[in-house]
């Protein structure tokens, strides 16, 4: 079994859509959950992160993290086409250095 | 300041040859990492650097493949013998190298490797 898993889409959707993006994981010792951006031939930029449960908004991006079903998701509202790159979940351990990478959703926003 | 450069940006080479794929990480990052993305996958962990040292060499996925660091700073990730299935993006990252926070994680643009 796979430490986190991740539907590769694609994912498809109009300009203005709400885009749900998830993750599910195996490993109850992940204490930090991050999503990263990779634009086409770039390399990821963190987008969010949170510390154990609970959600975290920044401004059109929501981070949700629920430990005991082992989910994490992140919701774009009003999508834009500029939103249109593929979505990787990352988790790490408390005190730990290594980081565990989704393998990506790619997602579209049709304008 | 500059962030994370990789070079060369794209490398063909034929097959049973040797790469070199360097990474220059931000200055003053203790802590890097060398990832594998074939393509439309996600990232595959190869190697992590702390300082010079290498305390997780876990997933480099045969004796062909080594890495090193000089200074704290610079490093290479050689293969050698190359093979076919070695054909894939080298993205390196670097982070403060803090424990027990989410450490973030930059990213270069990556080597994009093609072995023919």
């Known amino acids: 079994q796979k430490e986190v898993e991740q539907d590769p889409g694609p994912l498809s959707v109009p300009e203005g859509a709400i885009v749900s993006l998830n993750c599910t994981y195996s490993?109850?010792?992940?204490?930090?959950f991050m999503w990263y951006r990779q634009y086409s031939r770039k390399g990821p930029e963190l987008l969010m992160y949170?510390?154990?449960?609970g959600n975290k908004e920044d401004g059109r991006f929501t981070a949700q993290v629920d430990k005991s079903s082992k989910y994490i998701s992140l919701f774009i509202r009003d999508s834009q086409p500029s939103d249109s790159a593929t979505y990787l979940c990352a988790l790490k351990n408390t005190g730990g250095f290594k980081t565990i990478f989704g393998a990506g959703t790619r997602l579209f926003v049709k304008a | 300041g500059a962030g994370v450069s990789q070079s060369p940006s794209n490398k063909v080479t034929e097959k049973g040859k040797d790469v070199e794929l360097r990474c220059d990480p931000i200055s003053g990052h203790t802590a890097l990492y060398w990832y594998r993305q074939r393509l439309g996958q996600g990232l595959e962990f190869l190697i992590y650097?702390?300082?010079?040292?290498?305390?997780?060499k876990s997933g480099l996925p045969s004796d062909r493949f080594s890495a090193e660091r000089t200074g704290e700073s610079v490093s290479t990730l050689t293969i050698q013998r190359t093979q076919q299935e070695d054909s894939a993006v080298y993205l390196c990252?670097?982070?403060?190298?803090?424990?027990?926070?989410?450490?973030?994680?930059?990213f270069g643009p990556g080597t994009r490797l093609t072995v023919l």
């Open positions: 990252a670097s982070s403060g190298g803090l424990a027990g926070s989410t450490d973030t994680q930059y």
């Open positions: 650097f702390q300082g010079n040292s290498a305390p997780d």
């Open positions: 949170t510390y154990s449960s």
């Open positions: 490993n109850s010792a992940f204490q930090y």
